[in-house]
Structure formats: structure tokens, C-alpha cells
């Protein structure tokens, strides 16, 4: 791949991409009764899924550049 703006819409859909599959596996895990159904444990989950994107859209962009 060459061009900047390739290289970014790649990032970006990959990172898109990690966000609907992290948000994914928590909704399953709350389903399933492994996380609890809280405003806290809501929060609290929220925050790890987003922790974990970040991670992953740093990951995508190593591997996109």
C-alpha cells in the first residue's frame, strides 16, 4: 500500500473494525452473566473496552505503517 490517505482509511477501518468486536465480546460477556448489569460494571466495562481499541488501533496503525 501506498499514499497516506490509503494508509489512513485502512487504520481507520480497522480500528472500527476492533471497536465492534471488543463492544461484541462485552455485550456477550453481559449476556451470558459474566459481567454484571450495573451502572458501575456498565462503566467500569465501557472504559476496559475502549482501553483494549486503544491498544488495538495502535497495534493496526504499527501494522498499516
Known sequence: ???FFVK???WGI???LAYHTVGGI???LMDFGYLAETLEA???S???TFGITVVL???AGVLVW
Do not use: C, E, N, P
Open 1 to 3: 500500500m501506498s499514499g
Open 8 to 10: 489512513f482509511i485502512m
Open 14 to 16: 480497522l480500528t472500527a
Open 26 to 28: 462485552r455485550h456477550m
Open 42 to 44: 456498565g462503566k467500569r
Open 46 to 48: 465501557a472504559q476496559v
Open 57 to 59: 488501533s495502535i497495534l
